[in-house]
């Protein structure tokens, strides 16, 4: 099992760009979650879906959309990339939702300028 | 109110100590407090967890105490080593009602363990 895998590993954009954050878990997970993590501010919730077909926004959504594409897959896009974007962003999952023990991807580092 | 406060920001301990890192809630919606470790370059992995109907939980040399009339839990490790040397993070599940919650995160502690 490769747990949650996240693409790309490392991204740098530029300000206005556009990019899709690719997120992926084989552990048959029903919730999948998208998280920013910037320097001493832990983790913040941008979206999560409870369950296949449903996505609902987190504690800092604006700027970001999110697709669901199935059980296995979750993508959260940029559609116009700002400085304030730049941060390190995790994917994670859990059997269950409602946030109970959820199993974190390895993350991307993106840096917008 | 949707907060999770933890202190302290870093810590360094030697090896056998026992570095307690400390959280403070407001809400009393929260119902699940999970710790979690994340080491360089790598995504947080869940370590323990507690509801508070349990008032301390010990999994290894990772004890959790919860004070829930002071709306405070802690993170005790014991017989640190320098392997345990990562940032950890309490959080709190708030929730919205049914099965529905999320998770919300302190801001982390980096704990560096020395030989």
């Not at chain 1, 594409?69 to 959260?76: D, M, Q, T, W, Y």
């Not at chain 2, 708030?94 to 363990?113: A, D, E, P, R």
């Amino acid at each position: 099992n490769a747990g949650v895998t996240q693409t790309p590993k490392f991204q740098v954009l530029k300000t206005g760009q556009s990019m899709t954050l690719q997120c992926a878990q084989d552990m048959n997970h029903n919730s999948m979650y998208w998280y920013r993590q910037d320097p001493g501010m832990g983790l913040r919730l941008i979206y999560y879906s409870a369950s296949e077909g449903t996505t609902d926004k987190g504690e800092v959504p604006n700027g970001y959309n999110v697709s669901r594409l199935n059980k296995r897959e979750f993508s959260l896009r940029l559609e116009s990339a700002a400085p304030s974007q730049t941060s390190v962003y995790f994917c994670a999952s859990s059997r269950e939702g409602g946030g109970y023990e959820q199993y974190f991807g390895p993350g991307t580092r993106l840096t917008v300028t | 109110q949707q907060q999770v406060k933890q202190s302290p920001q870093s810590l360094i301990v030697q090896k056998g100590g026992i570095p307690i890192i400390n959280c403070a809630y407001e809400n009393t919606a929260f119902d699940y407090f999970p710790w979690y470790q994340q080491f360089p370059g790598k995504g947080p992995a869940l370590l323990i967890a507690i509801r508070p109907d349990v008032s301390e939980k010990k999994e290894g040399r990772f004890t959790i105490s919860f004070n829930k009339s002071a709306k405070q839990f802690s993170l005790h490790i014991m017989d640190s080593q320098p392997g345990d040397s990562a940032t950890y993070f309490c959080a709190a599940r708030v929730n919205y009602g049914g099965s529905q919650g999320n998770l919300i995160f302190g801001k982390g502690t980096k704990l560096s363990v020395k030989p």
